[in-house]
């Protein structure tokens, strides 16, 4: 009897590995695509994104030529991003935007693309609190992207504005980023390193609240470097632009080239 049990029970596993597991069922068999549609909606209200991101899929697959097909993929890219999955949120609306580029919504797909990468921070970030400006700016740079994209392609779109002030934050964060890598070179002597962060801080985002320190480490980094002239320049255009500017006080510290002791004034 015994080994009638075990032979059985060989049976079905043997069984198992040939067809496979069960089929799972199909609960949208027959369904229209509207009421696909509908359902995937009702999972978003109700936060439930991986089986909306289902039903949405399913919708594509089997009416994909249909007046929903199109708002499905875009509910797809969201329901990534709520889910908190840039990269797959970053390729379902790139996916939209290639298939669907004079598409009504089409704006909202390059306000989703920065969105997803804006928000990209996750739980190791949030439970060490790491500064955005001490990120990769990779990222950073390519939601800032996204958001340009957007203003200029669509000036008028009602996510324009909010995309505006996105980019100037990113802008603000990018330049910080930049004045982060300056200070780790001159606290290292690699002032002609320094030097090149500040001239690109100067460049990129002359409209960020770092160029006054980026011209504060610039003049530093030439005193540093004997280079006198430029150093000159420098400073003129400093008293220039930033009148009240901590260096230029009367009790401001008389060593010009020990420009840290500047930058905790600053702020």
Not at 65 to 74: E, P, S, T
Not at 115 to 134: C, H, P, T, W, Y
Not at 194 to 205: F, G, H, I
């Amino acid at each position: 009897m015994k080994y009638i049990l075990i032979f059985t029970f060989t049976l079905l596993l043997n069984a198992c590995v040939i067809f496979g597991d069960p089929t799972e069922l199909d609960d949208t068999k027959g369904w229209s695509a509207e009421r696909i549609y509908q359902e995937g909606a009702a999972k978003m209200a109700d936060k439930d994104y991986e089986k909306a991101i289902v039903y949405f899929q399913k919708l594509e697959s089997r009416y994909p030529h249909g007046r929903f097909a199109a708002q499905a993929q875009l509910e797809t890219a969201y329901a990534y991003y709520k889910k908190q999955e840039p990269i797959l949120a970053l390729a379902a609306a790139d996916r939209f935007i290639k298939l669907h580029p004079n598409h009504p919504n089409v704006d909202y797909a390059y306000y989703l693309k920065g969105l997803a990468v804006f928000n990209e921070r996750g739980i190791m970030e949030k439970l060490s609190k790491q500064e955005i400006s001490d990120r990769d700016p990779r990222a950073l740079k390519d939601s800032f992207a996204s958001f340009k994209e957007l203003v200029i392609k669509f000036p008028k779109s009602r996510y324009a504005k909010d995309s505006t002030q996105r980019m100037q934050y990113l802008a603000n964060s990018l330049s910080e980023h930049e004045l982060h890598v300056a200070r780790y070179y001159m606290k290292r002597q690699a002032y002609l390193a320094a030097l090149n962060r500040t001239k690109y801080v100067l460049e990129y985002y002359p409209q960020s609240p770092s160029v006054e320190e980026a011209l504060v480490i610039m003049i530093s980094a030439y005193d540093f470097m004997e280079m006198t002239d430029l150093k000159d320049d420098t400073m003129r255009i400093l008293k220039t632009n930033y009148p009240d500017s901590i260096m230029l006080r009367k009790n401001a510290p008389q060593d010009e080239r020990v420009w840290w002791k500047f930058w905790d004034s600053m702020y």
